[in-house]
């Protein structure tokens, strides 16, 4: 009887705590009152795409080639802040996107967050900024969008970058995103995990190679926290991982004409080398690049080699890049 009383006793807690945050959490983040922590900030735009307020920042001189940035899951333009201002200043006018329902795009409850969605979204932003044809970079579950705009709508890629890009649906098999497509079990859950700090640094512990783990810091961790801590976010999270179908992108990578690099660093645990290797084994013009000490993230990770590769491979007509660099930083799968 007395376990039965305690077990009550904490399933009650636990409810009730579960109650109290999803009744006191915010309904979303106002660009207003967080601007001013927003890496350049200065350089943010918004504008309606589909009847959905969107957010990107641009750089760069607009008469020069464009390149789209897309970022991965749970992520925002944030992870460009570095590579972005460096791309504009290598001759490119740079525009880094948030996702709908990430960053601080819109998070409408009536977009279904699938990653064809997500694509036909930048498709229609390019539209909506005069862009006719650009190089897309996407990252993570970014580079499944960039992916699928490429399948989708080819004659406004001109050119092809995937980091570490999510190519299947073998990222749904691990334990969180199984847990958070539990009915009712995801909805109580993330608010907890989206804005516990712990829970962001363990995680970018995994998604960072160890010799980078200096750049986890509270800067970061808040960085990233910041546009997801409201309740339409936690929709957001969840509604892109239960509608998350990726495996089209690489049974179709075969039909890729547009010169293509890929980028991996060595230690990825996020999304395993061994897809790169099959992107490169399916798309018949790609480079692939390895980034030695590097996880998930080479364009925070290795910035200027990041860079250094990007420009190169836009630079050439036909995407090449030289197969001169240092070999104790990168190696080329040609």
């Known amino acids: ?109 009536w977009f279904d967050y699938s990653i064809q969605s997500q694509a036909r979204m930048i498709s229609r932003l390019m539209g909506r900024l005069g862009i006719g044809r650009a190089t897309v970079v996407g990252s993570s579950y970014g580079g499944a969008v960039a992916l699928n705009l490429t399948l989708d709508y080819p004659e406004i890629v001109e050119k092809l970058v995937l980091v570490d890009a999510v190519c299947n649906d073998e990222p749904k098999e691990h334990p969180l995103l199984r847990l958070t497509s539990i009915p009712g079990v995801g909805e109580a859950v993330t608010p907890f995990l989206i804005d516990s700090k712990m829970f962001l640094r363990l995680r970018m512990q995994g998604t960072l190679a160890k010799a980078n783990h200096h750049l986890i810091t509270e800067d970061r961790i808040e960085s990233i926290r910041r546009p997801l801590f409201a309740a339409d976010a936690h929709h957001s999270v969840l509604a892109t991982a239960r509608n998350w179908h990726a495996d089209r992108l690489e049974q179709d990578a075969n039909l890729i004409n547009q010169p293509t690099l890929i980028i991996w660093g060595d230690q990825d645990t996020v999304i395993p080398i061994k897809h790169g290797y099959k992107m490169h084994e399916e798309i018949l013009n790609s480079r692939f690049v390895i980034f030695k000490d590097c996880g998930h993230v080479p364009q925070e990770e290795k910035s200027d080699l990041f860079v250094e590769l990007v420009t190169e491979f836009c630079h050439d007509r036909k995407g090449k890049i030289a197969a001169t660099h240092d070999d104790t930083k990168l190696e080329q799968i040609m």
């Open 1 to 109: 009887m007395k376990k039965r009383n305690l077990a009550l006793a904490v399933g009650g807690a636990i409810g009730a705590a579960v109650a109290v945050k999803l009744l006191t959490r915010d309904d979303t983040v106002h660009w207003e009152s967080v601007a001013e922590m927003v890496p350049h900030s200065d350089h943010s735009h918004f504008v309606h795409v589909d009847g959905a307020l969107v957010h990107y920042q641009e750089f760069g001189d607009a008469s020069k080639p464009p390149i789209v940035l897309i970022h991965g899951y749970t992520a925002s333009v944030y992870v460009w802040k570095t590579t972005a201002p460096m791309l504009a200043a290598a001759g490119f006018h740079v525009i880094a996107v948030d996702l709908l329902g990430f960053g601080y795009s819109e998070k409408p409850r």
